[in-house]
């Protein structure tokens, strides 16, 4: 079936980095978009990054985060880098319309 599991998440100072990486299963993964979105206390899922033949990234991030992906390894990463206080959110990634169970990422001095 279906498998998405997203690792990396932890507690960060801001101005660090994280990677994050979603490992996908069961499906073709060379031939789907791959998205990477956050849910912060409170407010809706929002899109943080997606990969296809494309890339885009929300206006928050750009610059900061990076997505890239592993064909090889059905693996999508995302690096995130001068991390803030409001990047704080469960981080979920989603592909062939599932999505994978979320990772925390929390930045706090």
């Known amino acids: 079936q279906v498998q998405l599991v997203e690792s990396g998440g932890d507690l960060v100072q801001p101005g660090g980095s994280l990677r994050l990486s979603c490992a996908a299963s069961g499906f073709t993964f060379s031939s789907y978009s791959i998205g990477w979105y956050r849910q912060a206390p409170g407010k809706e899922r929002e899109l943080v990054a997606l990969i296809n033949g494309n890339i885009h990234y929300a206006d928050s991030v750009k610059g900061r985060f990076t997505i890239s992906r592993d064909n090889a390894k059905n693996t999508v990463y995302l690096q995130m880098n001068s991390l803030k206080p409001e990047d704080t959110a469960v981080y979920y990634c989603?592909?062939?319309?599932?999505w994978g169970q979320g990772t925390q990422v929390t930045v706090s001095s």
């Open positions: 989603m592909g062939r319309g599932y």
